[in-house]
């Protein structure tokens, strides 16, 4: 079976501060793994996905296959950056998105 | 146009009522998802259309009915809710499934009572 384990559920860091947000999947196939972002009173974005290796606002995230694991970095963390941030599993096969429960990222100045 | 619409952004209605959520994509997207969102819950998926063919239905009440009329437009109609089915709705599309990534709307907010 496809789950997404986000194990935080609020993460509170320092402006400027180093941030690293958990994800790990479990799934037989070929996942692939997206970060999703929410702030206040807006919608879900998509934030970045592995397979573009790209890096947005300062974060990155690295598939480690042999880990399960798809963590979210950034070195400096910024008060804008303060959100909810979901990691959500897709892959070969699937037709939908799997999101894990949530990290509430708090930046406080 | 990159957004993904969503009609009314509130909606209060009654456990007797009939009423539609609609939703609007204009990238040429053809795939289209309904969640369902809790407070402080991560989205919990309903239904997908893939091409206009509904391709799943995560066990959703029958008081759910979804429908596709064409390829930029979703529909979610609500009959006999419960209060238990006060929540946010979120519509989301894909180019042609999940690996792109989706553009979700802003969501609508029930409230059944």
């Known amino acids: 079976a496809q789950r997404v384990t986000q194990p935080e559920k609020l993460l509170s860091v320092f402006k400027g501060a180093p941030v690293e947000l958990k994800c790990n999947y479990s799934y037989s196939g070929s996942p692939e793994l997206f970060w999703y972002v929410q702030y206040s009173r807006q919608r879900l974005q998509l934030l970045l996905r592995?397979?573009s290796r790209e890096s947005i606002k300062g974060f990155t995230a690295d598939l480690n296959k042999g880990e399960t694991s798809f963590h979210l970095k950034k070195p400096f963390a910024q008060e804008e950056d303060s959100a909810m941030y979901y990691c959500a599993l897709g892959g070969t096969g699937r037709r939908a998105l799997t999101f894990g429960s949530g990290t509430r990222l708090q930046v406080q100045p | 146009d990159t957004e993904v619409t969503q009609t009314p952004k509130h909606l209060v209605m009654g456990m007797t009522n009939k009423k539609s959520l609609k939703c609007e994509q204009h990238m040429g997207h053809r795939a289209m998802y309904w969640y369902k969102q809790k407070a402080k819950k991560p989205p919990e998926l309903m239904f997908v259309y893939s091409y206009e063919k509904l391709s799943i239905n995560e066990s959703v009440p029958s008081r759910f009915s979804p429908e596709c009329p064409n390829s930029s437009l979703l529909n979610l109609h609500l009959h006999a809710l419960q209060p238990e089915d006060s929540a946010l709705y979120l519509c989301?599309?894909?180019?042609?499934?999940?690996?792109?990534?989706?553009?979700f709307g802003s969501g609508t907010r029930l409230t059944v009572v």
């Open positions: 989301a599309s894909s180019q042609d499934g999940p690996a792109g990534g989706y553009t």
């Open positions: 592995h397979i």
